[in-house]
């Protein structure tokens, strides 16, 4: 049964699906703002918003497909979209797939990564606390500031059996709440400062992958492959891609930055 975090009237408002949407709303406004100050909100970026929703929603779910197929015992289709889970990691490339394809077909040749990236921050921030709410909490720790829940949040917390032992564990989703937190107010100060468009998103990009795969050791999630779990084993090559992008910068000359207005072609 899903956590339910208030009723309206006779229905229950899920926690988790309440965060998620209000991250989405806290995403949406500051991207309308990062767009209106940038003087980037026209009609093609509306297009690549959408491009850029379908590609995450798209991701989100296929991204947690070989796990549904690894653990389900008769895998459906049907299955895999009711169970089959959707991932934030899943959703952000998907996201970034998406828009991509959009700019594509619209011949939009202008980085639009850093228009994006405050919203991404701060609505990732949000959405967390519901999975703070309802998800696994985090290995045990002996640090001060494990973690402990009750009988009842035990169980109603899956995949968790750390939970109803008693013992403090990892807050992880907090400590993914502080990383965007600080990533935001990162975001904000470097803006307007890199040479090249669209490199404040990747570097918020390598950060938080090179965050998500070390607060993968302390989530207890399932270890498929060399200790590994699933969301590190896709993290590395997308950590060495977006590394190996910004050593080039370090070693080669230095790129050639097109005005704004002459970077866009429609």
């Known amino acids: 049964m899903r956590p339910v975090l208030f009723h309206v009237g006779s229905v229950g408002v899920p926690t988790h ?4 949407a209000l991250g989405l709303l806290t995403a949406g406004a500051v991207f309308l703002a990062e767009a209106r100050r940038r003087g980037r909100l026209d009609e093609a970026m509306g297009w690549i918003v959408a491009g850029a929703l379908l590609g995450g929603a798209i991701g989100a779910r296929l991204s947690t497909l070989w796990g549904y197929v690894d653990t ?4 459906t289709l049907t299955g895999a979209v009711a169970d089959g889970g959707k ?20 011949g ?7 228009v994006f990236v405050p ?23 002996s640090m001060p500031w494990g973690v402990h829940v009750s009988p009842e949040a035990a169980a109603r917390i899956p995949h968790c059996p750390w939970c109803a032992s008693g013992v403090a564990m990892h807050p992880s989703m907090l400590y993914e709440i502080a990383f965007h937190l600080v990533a935001f107010a990162v975001v904000l100060r470097l803006r307007g400062r890199l040479s090249v468009e669209g490199d404040v998103f990747k570097l918020y990009l390598l950060g938080y992958a090179v965050f998500r795969f070390w607060v993968e050791f302390v989530r207890g999630g399932d270890q498929v492959v060399a200790g590994l779990t699933r969301p590190q084993l896709f993290l590395i090559p997308s950590t060495i891609v977006l590394a190996a992008y910004f050593g080039r910068r370090l070693v080669g000359p230095p790129p050639v930055v097109s005005p704004p207005t002459a970077a866009v072609e429609r």
């Open 17 to 20: 699906a309440f965060f998620v």
């Open 72 to 75: 389900a015992a008769h895998p």
């Open 87 to 106: 991932s934030i990691l899943g959703g952000l490339s998907g996201a970034y797939v998406g828009a991509l394809v959009a700019k594509r077909i619209l």
């Open 108 to 114: 939009y040749r202008r980085s639009t990564g850093d």
């Open 119 to 141: 919203a991404v921050a701060l609505g990732m921030a949000v959405g967390r606390v519901g999975c703070f709410l309802t998800e696994q909490i985090g290995t045990p720790t």
